[in-house]
């Protein structure tokens, strides 16, 4: 059984930084792409950012570019995702998921996904 746990979400004023993390188990995730999505209240749930394990090579919506940083730990099974400026709008809840391929997460097309941790932003 895959799990995907997300981690570190909480309340942040506006300015501030939040490390969300996403412990994977259950198998190896070397072939994999792991994302971070978020939906925020009565809207569609949006890609945010995402990072190819084996490769390193990382990708992000335009609205976080320059704030948020993904990581990961190949050795723990683990992807952060660093929040940094955070904004009122940045309120969501916050999953973590991952696909066989960039092209698919991108899309949401997700093989596992994870339960999801509040993010919120005061003004």
């Known amino acids: 059984q895959v799990q995907l746990v997300e981690s570190g979400g909480g309340l942040v004023q506006a300015g501030g930084s939040l490390r969300l993390s996403c412990a994977a188990s259950?198998?190896?995730?070397?072939?994999?792409?792991m994302g971070w999505f978020r939906q925020a209240p009565g809207k569609e749930r949006e890609f945010v950012a995402a990072?190819?394990?084996?490769?390193?090579?990382?990708y992000y919506a335009d609205s976080v570019k320059g704030r948020f940083t993904i990581s990961r730990d190949n050795a723990k099974n683990m992807v952060d995702l660093q929040m940094n400026s955070l904004k009122p709008e940045d309120t969501a809840v916050y999953f973590c998921?991952?696909?066989?391929?960039?092209?698919?997460?991108?899309?949401?097309?997700?093989?596992?996904w994870g339960q999801g941790t509040q993010v919120t932003v005061s003004s």
């Open positions: 990072i190819s394990y084996s490769t390193g090579i990382t």
């Open positions: 998921a991952s696909a066989s391929a960039f092209p698919r997460l991108r899309v949401g097309v997700c093989d596992y």
């Open positions: 259950g198998r190896t995730f070397s072939y994999y792409v």
